[in-house]
């Protein structure tokens, strides 16, 4: 069973760094594009980052430049990375992967992760 295992969160101070790492888990042949969603309480839910499986990237609003996305196929990985976080970074970030192909061959699609907490707080 596919599962996709995230990791990294916790409590940053701003101005700080952070590490997300979210792994497709299980049997896998290639995973698709991948990225990264947040969503703050009482906030809808909004696009941080994405990555394609050859490695083109595209960033939500304002984001760019603060947030960098990077993947290893090898290790069905993606992460996320940011060095100049601010207590408006406060949110539950989520990985996606928009299409994965498992023995059969068969495609599932629109897979979530579990969410990790990101607080930025002093």
């Known amino acids: 069973q596919v599962q996709l295992v995230e990791s990294g969160g916790g409590l940053v101070q701003p101005g700080g760094s952070l590490r997300l790492s979210c792994e497709v888990s299980?049997?896998?042949?290639?995973?698709?594009?991948m990225g990264w969603y947040r969503q703050g309480t009482g906030k809808q839910r909004e696009l941080v980052a994405t990555?394609?499986?050859?490695?083109?990237?595209y960033y939500g609003d304002s984001l760019e430049g603060r947030f960098t996305i990077s993947r290893d196929n090898a290790k069905n990985t993606v992460y996320l990375e940011s060095n100049s976080l601010k207590p408006e970074d406060t949110a539950v970030y989520y990985c996606?992967?928009?299409?994965?192909?498992?023995?059969?061959?068969?495609?599932?699609?629109?897979?979530w992760g579990q969410g990790t907490q990101v607080t930025v707080s002093s």
């Open positions: 990555i394609s499986r050859g490695g083109s990237t």
């Open positions: 996606n992967v928009d299409s994965i192909m498992v023995p059969g061959p068969r495609f599932e699609y629109d897979r």
């Open positions: 299980g049997s896998v042949l290639a995973v698709y594009t």
